[in-house]
């Protein structure tokens, strides 16, 4: 399925997609579904994810503020999504900064999510290389990443998106390098989680691979478009959503190479 036919079925269908991220990102990764024509849901009770996670077309989780009530949703979120065959989408931020954060993304990562989005060091030492990684910020390349994505995605059956400046996506087999974008973009604070917020979308509606890529090249194509008009991070953000709003099908194939 071609990344132009993905983004018409998503604002077509205006999937549902349980956002469970952290405090910093909701606000962000909301609007962001929103303006790409989905319908994004911030819930994260545990007593909630029995009722809701099975009515969803994917969930999207991410650990950037885990806590115990935070992992116990977040794991039984995933449970429950692969007990319905719901795809879901694992941001592992930072997970090499504490025992307990490390553990509960190997956890997650055990049960194999239908796609893992994460910064070169964030993949490196989730597949147990070493990484220069500093908090949410990547001290690697996404070049250097790319052994570690394709053993990651071959022993889990996942999808894996390195995102950087030029961002690299594979199911194990296949590949994909997606460019543009803008350097202002990591100067504001959880876009990155938000691209996983939209990447549940795309997996609502169509393959892994195809979703994992359409949704780096929608937010490539919005980065660069954003970046003509903003005088600086909070300007680029308002700029953003209006370009993720405005991004047509037929924009994403060109900042796309296999």
Request: proline share 5%; hydrophobic share 45%.
């Amino acid at each position: 399925m071609a990344p132009a036919d993905l983004l018409g079925t998503l604002r077509n269908d205006s999937p549902l997609v349980q956002c469970i991220t952290n405090y910093v990102a909701m606000n962000i990764a909301a609007n962001v579904v929103l303006a790409a024509g989905a319908s994004p849901a911030m819930v994260h009770a545990v007593d909630e994810i029995e009722d809701f996670t099975p009515i969803c077309g994917a969930l999207t989780v991410n650990i950037g503020t885990l806590s115990a009530p935070w992992a116990a949703s977040i794991l039984a979120a995933a449970r429950t999504a692969n007990d319905n065959q719901i795809p879901w989408v694992l941001d592992p931020v930072a997970h090499f900064i504490s025992g307990y954060r490390k553990d509960v993304a190997q956890t997650l990562l055990a049960l194999r999510p239908t796609i893992l989005r994460g910064n070169a060091s964030e993949i490196m030492t989730l597949a147990g290389e070493a990484g220069a990684g500093k908090g949410a910020d990547s001290g690697d390349s996404v070049s250097d990443a790319q052994n570690a994505a394709r053993s990651i995605a071959q022993t889990h059956g996942s999808v894996v998106v390195v995102t950087g400046p030029v961002d690299f996506v594979t199911d194990g087999a296949r590949s994909a390098t997606v460019t543009g974008g803008s350097d202002i973009m990591p100067m504001v604070t959880a876009l990155g989680c938000s691209q996983t917020a939209l990447m549940g979308a795309y997996a609502a509606c169509g393959p892994a691979f195809e979703a994992a890529v359409s949704t780096a090249a929608h937010f490539k194509v919005a980065g660069s478009r954003a970046a003509q008009h903003a005088n600086g991070p909070g300007s680029f953000q308002m700029h953003f959503l209006d370009a993720i709003s405005t991004t047509q099908p037929g924009d994403l194939a060109g900042v796309i190479q296999s």
